[in-house]
């Protein structure tokens, strides 16, 4: 019975915006005539037309597609480079410390607007002082989104990453010294071991954000061709609710897009599982 | 126990989800006479609105308006059609032309027909055309128009030698001349992510994209004229004699600051944009009529312009009539939506409002005005279809994805008809064949 207001949050703010959004992916518009005046327009059952629409429509794939590419290099690169400055953090001959801690963690208190108008000025040919790149182009748009989303997103990770290397007693280095250990040595094998639950959060976290990718090509879209209104799937679904105005095909592509995100995030769960925690299928 | 708070929790969810669709259906959108003082809200972005509003609170204390200030643009609409679908739309709302047969359509926006006969005769026949969408209806009062003109750097296309263009062949000539003799400066730039200034093009060259036939629409949005548009400056673009960024960026901005861009097909609204975008260029701008297809024709285009609507579910329709008409027809409403919200009003009186030009083009062209009002009177609009979302967002992605794969420019107009069409059979619009 103590769980009476845990339900009650549960009910109102999770099961029936998602009962809702299950219910609006079943309907469709249906208009007679030309549309106009009074009536012309109905609501009216769609059965799975919008869902199996959602799943079908190739344009929905091939933003899977680009997300995949995009989010390989954030995750590789960002987790890579909070995992390194966790490390470097944590050993003992660093210097300032505090201060790159604060330096790294800093870009994630940006919002994500702001870092990738930020980034877009750095990008445009004509503002850019790096000069020669077009990174705006075809080829360069994904690695230059991915930068805004690492360089925002490392602090964090690192910061995860290296309360936990804190949290690992002291005396299991001195063991591995003792032992004749070098430094390299104890964060290869010593420290990275204990830190995989740590690594594994952060992934899932990175993987589910990368699911989502929205605010970097929305912002970026403006100045350059070469990111369509379809980009990522979660812009698609924006499109299709307030550009096109058709909230019904929108809810049926949440719907495939929280699958397909329930499916990753739980699918590397369960293949990390054993490693990660230890436990015994 | 347990199982009766699960009971208790699942009927206050029930009570609350049955409150909130009851409060849906509680408006009464019929009109009826303000018993009382009444408060309009007003969903707009033209500047100093409230300014505007201030003064009709004066002189009105049984009709007070509230101005929320918007966001312009596609993003507006859709906020609206929102609002609207959610039961709390604004008692009036700005809207642009071509998204005003979307409102139509969703039932967001009142008929205003039974009282708006007086008010007819302010317009001319094509604007009013714009908001009855040439039907018996009546959607909204013309608020602002947007003739397209040509505005140009008088002291750069002397220094280059090249005459104002008359006709888009010539313009394309004096593309080629100017970016022959610097490589770094174009004439102007194609943009991918503006569909109303490619629409008013469109209009310019006789474009129908969308027309009503009897009980049918009819989808003409590749037709030859809007082929020809889009194959004339997908031409130069391939050249490589027109730059080819999107207005509006930092980059277009910086072009036509530095006088590395130098001229751009736009509307009467232009100063405004370019006094804030390109504040060195004062002083130096000139306009003149679009480029014309033909040598001798005198046509022009419109790029924006909106209306004032009244939203379907205002309960206060006929002081919300009352303010938009007089916002939109009173003499002193327009002096002061000229001075104040620096539009360009759409009624015929307004304009002989429009005295002094505008502070940017004072010495270059002192007659801008008058400039407006000869080219204002050639432009020609069509009628806009119930799903111009969906088609200005095909404009985007297909204009990108040409210009991305170095595709013709007819290829980009054709998808824009298909998405148009697909979206629209979708719906369940009936198509003339």
Redesign the interface.
Same mark, same amino acid.
């Given at each position: 019975m103590f769980l009476a207001p845990a339900i009650v949050l549960f009910l109102l703010f999770f099961a029936l915006p998602i009962g809702y959004t299950g219910y609006l992916s079943l309907r469709r518009t249906k208009v007679s005539g030309l549309g106009l005046g009074k009536g012309s327009r109905q609501e009216v059952w769609a059965g799975a037309d919008n869902l199996t629409a959602a799943v079908a429509d190739g344009e929905l794939w091939a933003g899977w597609s680009r997300v995949v590419g995009y989010g390989a290099l954030v995750l590789v690169v960002m987790l890579g480079l909070a995992l390194l400055f966790a490390l470097l953090l944590d050993s003992a001959h660093v210097r300032l410390a505090r201060f790159a801690r604060i330096a790294i963690f800093l870009p994630y208190a940006v919002p994500g607007v702001v870092a990738s108008l930020l980034w877009g000025f750095l990008y445009l040919p004509s503002l850019t002082p790096i000069g020669g790149i077009d990174f705006l182009g075809a080829t360069a748009v994904t690695f230059s989104m991915a930068n805004v989303a690492v360089w925002g997103g490392t602090g964090f990770n690192m910061l995860v990453l290296y309360t936990n290397l804190r949290a690992i007693p002291r005396s299991y280095y001195e063991a591995a010294r003792i032992d004749g250990a070098s430094e390299l040595a104890i964060a290869l094998r010593v420290k990275i071991p204990l830190l995989v639950p740590a690594i594994v959060l952060t992934t899932v976290f990175s993987l589910i954000a990368t699911v989502q990718v929205f605010t970097e090509p929305t912002t970026l879209r403006p100045f350059s061709n070469t990111i369509s209104s379809t980009w990522s799937p979660l812009m698609k679904v924006y499109r299709d609710a307030f550009v096109t105005g058709d909230l019904y095909s929108a809810a049926a592509t949440s719907l495939v897009i929280a699958a397909v995100s329930l499916v990753v995030s739980f699918g590397f769960l369960r293949v990390v599982r054993g490693r990660a925690f230890g436990e015994v299928r | 126990?347990?199982t009766t708070?699960?009971a208790?929790?699942?009927l206050?969810?029930t009570l609350?989800?049955g409150c909130s669709s009851g409060g849906d259906a509680a408006p009464e959108p019929e009109a009826a006479a303000p018993t009382g003082p009444v408060t309009l809200t007003y969903w707009t972005w033209a500047p100093n609105m409230d300014k505007i509003a201030q003064v009709w609170n004066a002189a009105n204390p049984g009709i007070t308006v509230t101005v929320s200030k918007q966001a312009g643009g596609?993003?507006a609409a859709? +906020?609206f059609? $929102?609002a609207a +679908?959610a039961g709390n739309a604004p008692d009036l709302v700005q809207a642009e032309y071509q998204h005003l #047969?979307?409102f139509?359509?969703?039932?967001a926006v009142a008929?205003l027909a039974a009282d708006t006969a007086a008010v007819k005769g302010e317009y001319a026949e094509g604007l009013w055309g714009l908001v009855t969408?040439g $039907?018996e %209806?009546v959607y909204a009062i013309p608020q602002d128009s947007g003739p397209m003109m040509l505005y140009y750097r008088k002291d750069l296309f002397e220094k280059y030698k090249i005459d104002v263009p008359k006709t888009w062949d010539e313009y394309a000539e004096a593309a080629r001349t100017v970016h022959e003799a610097d490589p770094k400066v174009y004439l102007g730039s194609f943009s991918?992510?503006d569909p109303g200034w490619f629409a008013g093009l469109a209009q310019q060259a006789g474009a129908q994209w969308w027309s009503?036939s009897g009980?049918?629409?009819k989808v003409g949005i590749d037709d030859a004229a809007t082929t020809r548009v889009a194959e004339f400056w997908g031409g130069l673009v391939a050249e490589g004699v027109i730059d080819?960024q #999107?207005y !509006? $960026? #930092?980059?277009w901005n +910086?072009?036509l600051n530095d006088g590395t861009q130098l001229s751009w097909p736009s509307a009467v609204w232009g100063p405004g944009v370019l006094e804030s975008n390109a504040p060195d260029g004062k002083g130096k701008w000139g306009v003149a009529p679009l480029p014309q297809w033909t040598a001798g024709e005198n046509h022009s285009g419109f790029w924006g312009g909106s209306s004032t609507a009244v939203s379907s579910g205002s309960k206060n329709r006929a002081a919300a009539l009352k303010f938009a008409t007089w916002l939109n027809t009173d003499p002193a409403a327009l002096d002061l939506l000229v001075k104040e919200a620096f539009v360009y009003p759409a009624a015929g009186k307004g304009q002989t409002a429009l005295g002094d030009p505008p502070a940017y083009f004072a010495e270059s062209q002192p007659d801008f005005w008058q400039q407006a009002a000869t080219i204002g009177t050639t432009a020609r609009g069509f009628t806009f279809g #119930?799903?111009v %979302?969906?088609t200005y967002?095909a404009y985007?992605?297909g !204009?990108?994805?040409a210009? +991305?794969d170095k595709a013709p420019f007819a290829t980009a107009v054709k998808s824009m008809q298909d998405a148009t069409v697909a979206?629209m059979q979708k719906? %369940?619009?009936?198509m003339a064949g």
């Open positions: - | 126990m347990r708070r699960l208790l929790a699942a206050a969810v609350a989800a596609d993003d859709a +906020k059609l $929102t +679908k #047969p979307s139509v359509a969703a039932d008929d969408l $039907t %209806g991918s992510k009503i009980d049918s629409w080819d #999107p !509006f $960026t #930092p980059e +910086k072009a #119930p799903n %979302g969906v967002n985007k992605d !204009f990108d994805k210009l +991305k979206d719906s %369940g619009f009936t």
